[in-house]
């Protein structure tokens, strides 16, 4: 099922994609299964850490990640990548893209001016940030892109803030949803349950 938005939004394989997308989800499901780390109890007691890390560092892995990620997207302006797992996927899609990139980035690390976010995360808290100066995203169709959606907070986070800018976020694409979380619906109130949200994989 797609939206109007042409972004993927069921993490079910459907029938009908074209072959190359078949495979790529297939390769990027594989390639997840085979590569992904399970850190218990980090970084705090009681997280299971999801290190996908391993799984973009092998050449056939990132590929069919990117494609997967990729699938169904049309008219995106911009990839926006969701420090810092999400800068590494946000240049490759945006490549596939053929679009432009920006970084959402953990704040404290941009010169000012900046647009600023503070929100609560899975463990702790912390605040995202992009340039208020040098790049004009207003009107802009954003995708949003990280490696792996937990609660939700920080996506929503991201969303409100490119919205703030001026943007206009039509989608989000993630490596690996984490299941029992409720990112999903933590991102349908937050942003609207009509954002399509892409997990490749879920857990
Ligand atoms: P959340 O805001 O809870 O959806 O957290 C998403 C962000 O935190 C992403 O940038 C992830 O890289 C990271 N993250 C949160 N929980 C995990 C986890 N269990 N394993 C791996 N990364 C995580």
């Known amino acids: 099922m797609s939206d109007d938005a042409g972004i993927e939004t069921s993490t079910t394989q459907e029938p009908g994609l074209d ?3 078949t495979r790529a989800l297939d390769d990027a499901r ?5 590569h992904a780390r399970t850190v218990p109890d980090f970084p705090a007691p009681g997280i299971t850490f999801k290190d996908l ?3 973009l560092a092998d050449p056939a892995g990132l590929a069919a990640i990117v494609t997967a990620l990729t699938h169904r997207c049309r008219d995106i302006d911009l990839v926006a990548g969701i420090d810092a797992r999400g800068f590494l ?4 899609v945006a490549r596939q893209l053929q679009v432009g990139v920006l970084a959402v980035r953990k704040g404290g690390k941009l ?3 900046v647009h600023r976010i503070g929100y609560a995360l899975e ?3 912390s605040s995202l940030e992009i340039p208020a100066s040098g790049i004009d995203i207003t009107g802009q169709r954003v995708l949003l892109v990280d490696d792996v959606l937990a609660t939700g907070g920080t996506v929503v986070a991201a969303g409100d803030l490119l919205r703030r800018a001026g943007a206009e976020v039509v989608g989000v694409a ?5 299941d029992g979380l409720g990112g999903r619906a933590t991102i349908a109130d937050g942003l609207g349950a009509d ?3 892409h997990a490749v994989t879920t857990d």
């Open 19 to 21: 072959e190359v997308t």
């Open 30 to 34: 594989t390639a997840v299964d085979e």
């Open 53 to 55: 890390t391993p799984v």
């Open 89 to 92: 996927l946000g240049g490759a």
């Open 111 to 113: 010169p000012p001016p």
């Open 123 to 125: 463990y702790g808290s």
């Open 174 to 178: 993630v490596i690996m949803e984490l």
């Open 195 to 197: 954002l399509s949200v």
